[in-house]
T-cell receptor, first 112, second 114 residues
């Protein structure tokens, strides 16, 4: 079974700081990895999808990297803003089966 | 529609009643997933549909839970004889292809069982 861990569980940073969120997974035989944000009381919003053959994906101030062999992904947020405050989740799909396995998320607070 | 639509957004029911939760995926998305998110918990996989068939029902927690999908589109998750531990947010997601594409979620249905 795939285990997905996100550390830290919570993070508080001042506005403007660059930050890195971590996601690790136990089984490196993955199909893809996806990063989401979840605002309180809302569903999940897709941020970035990385296929297993890719090393990184970028969207605006966000950059996600993938190191399959070490079972790790990072989400880099540049020049953080208060609007970035949310819970960030990563999800991994194994290359067999259909489930996406989710981490429990990192709750980010960006202080103005 | 533009995104995944779920209804109702909130449902309060009494223990022992049956409930139905509806999911309308993004048009053209053949893969559909149901997940459950309990307070302070991670997302728990329930069931996966590819078209109208459900090749993976392994996450359904008991036989009180069932789901169907008709016309390769709308899906209904039914919980019979609800229990207090069924209280959670039920999230639906859809994607293109065989389920390996980008996953898009609805806003969820919050179920409270009194």
């Amino acid at each position: 079974k795939q285990e997905v861990t996100q550390i830290p569980a919570a993070l508080s940073v001042p506005e403007g700081e660059n930050l890195v969120l971590n996601c690790s997974f136990t089984d490196s035989a993955i199909y893809n990895l996806q990063w989401f944000r979840q605002d309180p009381g809302k569903g999940l919003t897709s941020l970035l999808l990385i296929q297993s053959s890719q090393r990184e994906q970028t969207s605006g101030r966000l950059n996600a990297s993938l190191d399959k062999s070490s079972g790790r992904s990072t989400l880099y947020i540049a020049a953080s803003q208060p609007g970035d405050s949310a819970t960030y989740l990563c999800a991994v799909r194994r290359d067999t089966g259909n489930q996406f396995y989710f981490g429990t998320g990192t709750s980010l607070t960006v202080i103005p | 529609g533009a995104g995944v639509s779920q209804s109702p957004s909130n449902k309060v029911t009494e223990k022992g009643k049956d409930v139905e939760l509806r999911c309308d995926p993004i048009s053209g998305h053949t893969a559909l997933y149901w997940y459950r998110q309990s307070l302070g918990q991670g997302l728990e996989f329930l069931i996966y549909f590819q078209g109208n068939s459900a090749p993976d029902k392994s996450g359904l927690p008991s036989d009180r839970f069932s789901a169907e999908r008709t016309g390769g589109s709308v899906s209904t998750l039914t919980i019979q004889r609800t229990q207090q531990e069924d209280s959670a947010v039920y999230l639906c997601a859809s994607s293109t292809g065989g389920g390996g594409g980008e996953l898009f979620f609805g806003e969820g249905s919050r179920l409270t069982v009194l």
